[in-house]
């Protein structure tokens, strides 16, 4: 199992910027990748965006490609979600997974973007 650990929500105006960051611990040579999912009122929780372990490939949805940035430290197994030119849609909880399968999940952290 993986202990995945969320920070980093809050509130900002639409064309602002949030970084998300989650926290491994346990048996982290497992993870195979780490992302983020977003789940907004009334919606089915939606992938974000994704990073390799091995070798730092990332993968983005179209809705927020070119304004989020995924990266991580595998020294202290911690990913990190750069959120740039925030819109009012992208208002959700956010969830860090990790494993083959998504097996882990965190707790979430809300992002709430204003007009």
């Known amino acids: 199992q993986v202990q995945l650990i969320e920070s980093g929500g809050g509130l900002v105006q639409a064309g602002g910027s949030l970084r998300l960051s989650c926290a491994a611990s346990?048996?982290?040579?497992?993870?195979?990748?780490m992302g983020w999912f977003r789940q907004a009122p009334g919606k089915e929780r939606e992938f974000v965006a994704r990073?390799?372990?091995?070798?730092?490939?990332?993968y983005y949805a179209d809705s927020v490609k070119g304004r989020f940035t995924i990266s991580r430290d595998s020294a202290k197994n911690t990913v990190a979600l750069q959120m740039n030119n925030m819109k009012p849609e992208d208002t959700a909880n956010y969830y860090c997974a990790a494993g083959a399968g998504w097996s882990n999940w965190g707790q979430g952290t809300q992002v709430t973007v204003s007009s």
């Open positions: 346990g048996r982290t040579f497992s993870m195979y990748h």
């Open positions: 990073i390799a372990w091995l070798d730092g490939k990332t």
